[in-house]
């Protein structure tokens, strides 16, 4: 019986002998071929690994075992260098993000990220939409805010609706297109 880990959910395939292996994973429907998929058979002696191994020829790749003694010319001192200005960064933007009361992740990469300030929308540069569905309102008007946030790894910003105005845009949008109207 042969088991095949699949390389993108890592689910066990359990498959009979004599049946076809699969070429599609049962639980995401990925490809099971190509250089990420392992095969492990599970239930068969040593000796007879050793026997199919030697059949496979070159197909087959070989594990080479490395002792840690044979590293011993590495020092793991001089693969690690202390570096100052990147542990000071991470630890004031750790105490930023501790600061800040919304904590957006970053589209991009998922970091979090840290708010660098806020952005006035005036009249003259934002022009609005208006709805029909709104009784011929706009969903938001200018004068308003965006909240800035700046991503530490990536460097991506991202524009966030003021806390202010988030609430003008719900009370707008819940309101019935006749009641906008009597504006």
């Given at each position: 019986m042969a088991v095949v880990i699949c390389p993108w959910c890592q689910s066990e395939i359990i498959q009979e002998e004599g049946q076809e292996p699969e070429k599609y994973c049962p639980v995401c429907d990925n490809e099971l071929d190509g250089y990420r998929t392992l095969k492990l058979n599970i239930g068969e002696d040593e000796d007879e690994y050793d026997d199919e191994e030697d059949d496979a020829g070159e197909d087959q790749a070989t594990v080479i075992?490395?002792?840690?003694?044979?590293?011993?010319?590495?020092?793991?001192?001089t693969l690690v260098e202390p570096n100052d200005e990147l542990q000071q960064f991470e630890e004031t933007v750790e105490q930023l993000l501790n600061e800040q009361e919304l904590v957006p992740e970053c589209p991009v990469c998922r970091e979090y990220m840290v708010e660098s300030g806020e952005l006035l929308i005036s009249a003259n540069q934002f022009r609005h939409r208006t709805s029909e569905t709104l009784g011929g309102d706009a969903v938001i008007e200018a004068p308003f805010t965006l909240t800035m946030y700046v991503c530490p790894s990536c460097f991506a910003v991202q524009q966030i609706l003021?806390?202010?105005?988030?609430?003008?845009?719900v009370r707008r949008l819940s309101l019935e297109p006749t009641e906008g109207n009597e504006k």
């Open positions: 075992s490395i002792d840690d003694e044979d590293l011993s010319w590495v020092d793991e001192e003021g806390d202010a105005h988030r609430h003008q845009v």
